[in-house]
């Protein structure tokens, strides 16, 4: 049973950091390129970015270019994304997935299994 659950959510004021983390199981970790997304209410869920199955390649919307990056550790395949300088509009459920590209661009990248999310609150 392929499970990817995600923690380190929770309340930051503006400026702040935070890091959260996507624990996966049941899956080849290292056969999956990993992505976030993050969704607030009464809006479509929103790419954040993607990185390659070894690592050494990621992608990220402009949005938050410069201030969010995604890391991971596939001894231990886990998911990281390391948020600095949060501003209110970064508020939202984040979700993990596990997928794969969907052209030559990790901007279509594709969930095939997904996290429950875990919430992000930046106060201002």
């Known amino acids: 049973q392929v499970q990817l659950v995600e923690s380190g959510g929770g309340l930051v004021q503006a400026g702040g950091s935070l890091r959260i983390s996507c624990a996966t199981s049941?899956?080849?970790?290292?056969?999956?390129?990993m992505g976030w997304f993050r969704q607030t209410p009464g809006k479509e869920r929103e790419f954040v970015g993607a990185i390659s199955r070894s690592g050494i390649t990621t992608y990220y919307v402009d949005s938050v270019k410069g201030r969010f990056t995604i890391s991971r550790d596939n001894a231990k395949n886990t998911l990281y994304l390391q948020m600095n300088s949060l501003q209110p509009e970064d508020s939202a459920v984040y979700y993990c997935?596990?997928?794969?590209?969907?052209?030559?661009?990790?901007?279509?990248?594709?969930?095939?299994?997904w996290g429950q999310g875990t919430q992000v609150t930046v106060s201002s």
């Open positions: 997935a596990a997928g794969d590209r969907r052209s030559g661009s990790w901007s279509s990248f594709r969930g095939d299994y």
């Open positions: 049941g899956l080849t970790f290292t056969s999956y390129g």
